[in-house]
């Protein structure tokens, strides 16, 4: 019984420990408890903010310099969210022999 008290315990600190960070909400410290992003781009992002919340991921990106899709992928990971959500990358729709293909003017590769 001590050891199942004692796991549960555990288990709810370490749900708590991770909690999201909200761009939407956050403060400067908040924001800084996310790793990969510093005063300069916890500033930064307060000032774009202040012009109106970030609708979503794409919101953010388009609003933010220095906020692609790599590293809001990066920054979701550690917690950080918009309006609750977790960033989800788009996926392409280009396989990667067309894409080779393209580049160096040479016919897409067929399964035979």
């Known amino acids: 019984m001590y050891k199942k008290l004692l796991s549960l315990f555990i288990a709810a600190f370490a749900a708590t420990s991770f909690a999201a960070?909200?761009?939407n909400t956050a403060n400067p410290?908040?924001?800084d408890s996310i790793k990969g992003i510093g005063p300069g781009?916890?500033?930064k992002i307060l000032e774009v903010r202040q012009n109106g919340k970030?609708?979503?991921w794409a919101d953010l990106i388009?609003?933010?310099p220095g906020i692609g899709?790599?590293?809001a992928a990066k920054l979701s990971a550690e917690g950080l969210t918009v309006n609750g959500e977790a960033f989800k990358p788009?996926?392409?729709?280009?396989?990667p022999s067309t894409d080779k293909a393209v580049k160096t003017g040479a016919a897409p590769a067929t399964k035979q």
Do not use: G, H, P
């Open 21 to 23: 960070v909200d761009v």
């Open 29 to 31: 410290a908040d924001l």
């Open 41 to 43: 781009t916890s500033t």
């Open 54 to 56: 970030f609708k979503d």
């Open 62 to 64: 388009e609003r933010m």
């Open 69 to 71: 899709e790599k590293r």
């Open 90 to 95: 788009v996926a392409t729709t280009k396989s």
